[in-house]
């Protein structure tokens, strides 16, 4: 009885403990389109763009003006059937020092592959993203940009 006893307690140091999820307003998919269509230019103007949008000091506003002050965003690429990938896991942006490091991230990251366009797969993608989200939200956004047919 005692072994079973400090086995438990043992069991109780070691075993993680589960805690709720911290809410937050959004959960922001951002799944850019890097297939052949899109040339190096588009490509550098694509992640550039995007991170000059999460560090303009109106988007961090926006972004911090919830009931939770933060929302969570993760960056992917996408191209072909099985050709996607996180770039950036999801992070959470809760003011403008958040979202310079997400937008400096982004601009340093080299580019995941070149493939055909598949946005359905990317969709598919981006939603299992959304699932494993450390963070909960009733609000979930996958906003997805793509220059080509999808093939």
């Known amino acids: 009885m005692r072994r079973r006893l400090a086995l438990l307690g043992l ?32 490509f550098k103007l694509q992640r550039e763009g995007a991170a000059a949008a999460i560090t303009n000091p109106d988007v961090v506003r926006a972004m911090t ?13 996408w191209a072909t059937t099985g ?36 946005i359905g797969s990317a969709i598919d993608f981006s939603v299992r993203q959304l699932e494993r989200a450390p963070v909960t939200s009733d609000r979930r956004v996958i906003d997805v940009s793509g220059d080509g047919n999808n093939n």
């Open 11 to 42: 069991l109780a140091l070691v075993a993680p403990t589960a805690h709720a999820a911290e809410p937050v307003d959004m959960l922001l998919v951002l799944a850019a389109d890097v297939s052949r269509s899109v040339t190096e230019p588009k």
């Open 65 to 77: 003006s919830g009931q939770h002050r933060r929302i969570a965003v993760c960056f992917v690429e």
């Open 83 to 118: 050709q996607q990938n996180v770039v950036i896991d999801w992070t959470v942006i809760d003011g403008p020092a958040a979202a310079r490091g997400f937008g400096g991230r982004l601009v340093e990251v080299p580019r995941s592959f070149v493939g055909s366009t598949a």
